[in-house]
Structures are given as C-alpha cells and as structure tokens.
T-cell receptor
Framework: DAGVIQSPRHEVTEMGQEVTLRCKPI?????LFWYRQTMMRGLELLIY????????DSGMPEDRFSAKMPNASFSTLKIQPSEPRDSAVYFC????????????FGPGTRLTVT | RKEVEQDPGPFNVPEGATVAFNCTYS??????FFWYRQDCRKEPKLLMS???SGNEDGRFTAQLNRASQYISLLIRDSKLSDSATYLC?????????????FGGGTRVLVKP
C-alpha cells in the first residue's frame, strides 16, 4: 500500500516567491496534519484537518501561510510570500479512521528559501 | 515550560548494551502516549504506544508514570540500527483537539 505522498521532495526558491507543497494522505484516513521541523524548534504542528475541514490552525505562523484540503485525497500548504526563515522540512501526516493517534508521515519537503 | 521535554542527548551506547531515557510532560490531562523514531533526514515513524501497565515490544520496553508525569523507553541489547532520534509524543485530550505534541527528541548513537 502507498504511504503518504508529498511533493516536491526538495524546493529551493528565492525570497518573495510563492511556494506550494502537496500531500496525498493514505486512503481511508480522515485526519491530515501539516508539520514543520527545524533544528531550533523541533517538530511543530501547523494545521490539521478532519474530513477535509480545518480543525485547528493555531500553529500557522502568520497570514503568509495557508492550507487547503479540497477533497479526501489531496491537500496543499502554500507560503506567499516566502521568507528565508521559512526554510525547514515540512511533513504531511495522516491518521484514522477516527483517531489522531498512530500518524503516518510522508517523506517531507525540504524547503530552502534564499 | 515546554509541554513535552526530553534530554536531547546524544546517548552514546556500546553495541549490545542497554540504554534508557525519559520524557516528562506538563499536562496532567494527557491521555495517550507514544514513542516515535526518526532516522537522520527521514520522517518520524511510530515505534510503540505506551500503556499504563507498561509494555514491551522485543528489545524495547516503555513505561508510564502518571504520578510523576513521565514516560520512559528502554532498549536492550542495542544494535547499530537503533541509532536514531527517539521522539516522545503525547496526546493531551479531546478538549485540546486530540493533537499530538512532540518532544524535541533524544538522540541515540550505538557504536561498535
């Protein structure tokens, strides 16, 4: 079975550009999470969805970040405009059905903003 | 104070030895506990859940102490492949949205 799929795996962009990260959760999972990991701050939850509905976006750093989940098999995290401090590894994870425990992570997108 | 705290390590462990480390959590309402493992430049993966009575999975033993609000992980007969960062994870409560809160991780290096 396919796990969580993320694209791109690596992204290098210049400050001010728009960045879109993509995620396909495991089929049948009803929870989807977006995390950011840095050496300084560790793994931080940005936002999560249940049945395609955003439940908690309190971890989204600022208005430059937005996330959508138009259907059960696809989600995006967008940063516009990007800044060097956004450089991190962004993980998508999914879980379920009906539980936020036992999350399965995608391989991550390594974002570098120059 | 961080919600979930871990000693970052590294714990340098001779191959075949036993290593143990703890994690403390601040919210007494925490309901579910886990250990995840993260290899260098890879994604976190669930290692094991932690049950109130303690549980064992092969060479790995997890314990929960609710009174003192900590969980522990013990690895017996360490293998080179056990080298990784071990993340302590807590699910606080439904009222808090059932979110998982990750500790900063404890790095373990098993050496020949």
């Amino acid at each position: 079975d396919a796990g969580v799929i993320q694209s791109p795996r690596h992204e290098v962009t210049e400050m001010g550009q728009e960045v879109t990260l993509r995620c396909k959760p495991i089929s049948g999972h009803d929870y989807l999470f977006w995390y950011r990991q840095t050496m300084m701050r560790g793994l931080e939850l940005l936002i999560y969805f249940n049945n395609n509905v955003p439940i908690d976006d309190s971890g989204m750093p600022e208005d430059r970040f937005s996330a959508k989940m138009p259907n059960a098999s696809f989600s995006t995290l967008k940063i516009q405009p990007s800044e060097p401090r956004d450089s991190a590894v962004y993980f998508c994870a999914s879980s379920g059905p009906g539980t936020t425990n036992e999350q399965y992570f995608g391989p991550g997108t390594r974002l570098t903003v120059t | 104070r961080k919600e979930v705290e871990q000693d970052p390590g590294p714990f340098n462990v001779p191959e075949g030895a036993t290593v143990a480390f703890n994690c403390t959590y601040s919210n007494s309402a925490s309901q579910s506990f886990f250990w995840y493992r993260q290899d260098c430049r890879k994604e976190p993966k669930l290692l094991m859940s932690v049950y109130s009575s303690g549980n064992e999975d092969g060479r790995f033993t997890a314990q929960l102490n609710r009174a003192s609000q900590y969980i522990s992980l013990l690895i017996r007969d360490s293998k080179l492949s056990d080298s990784a960062t071990y993340l302590c994870v807590v699910n606080v409560a439904k009222a808090a949205g059932n979110k998982l809160t990750f500790g900063g991780g404890t790095r373990v290096l098993v050496k020949p």
